[in-house]
C-alpha cells in the first residue's frame, strides 16, 4: 500500500491517515467519514469528563447520520470514533 497523499499541513501533521500509516510502520490504513459538530459548552466544561463530549457528539450525529455503517461486524456498536477538538493546543492528553 502506497503512503496516503500529503496534504497541506506540515509534517507530521499532513492528515491523520498518513500519520498512523507511519505510526504503525505500514500495517494501520486508516479510512472513514468526518463530521463537524459544534460543542454545547466551553472546552474547560469537558476537562474532568471527555466521555459527556463523545456522547453529546454522538447523539446530535445520530440523529443526522445512520451510524450502523460504522458497524462493520454488526454487534450493535460503533467500530471506531476518534475526536478531535478543534481549538488552541492546551498540552499533551488534554481534552
Ligand atoms: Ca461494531
Redesign the pocket.
Known amino acids: 500500500m502506497d503512503l496516503p497523499p500529503v496534504g497541506s499541513s506540515p509534517f507530521p501533521y499532513e492528515n491523520l491517515s498518513a500519520y498512523y500509516y507511519r505510526a504503525s510502520y505500514g500495517k494501520l490504513s486508516l479510512t472513514g467519514e468526518t463530521f463537524d459538530y459544534t460543542a454545547k459548552y466551553e472546552r474547560d466544561y469537558y476537562t474532568n469528563n471527555p466521555e459527556a463530549l463523545v456522547a453529546e457528539a454522538l447523539a446530535a450525529l445520530d440523529e443526522s447520520e445512520d451510524l450502523s455503517r460504522f ?9 471506531a470514533v476518534y475526536i478531535h477538538f478543534a481549538g488552541p493546543n492546551t498540552g499533551w492528553g488534554s481534552v
Open positions: 458497524d462493520a461486524n454488526e454487534d450493535g456498536r460503533l467500530d
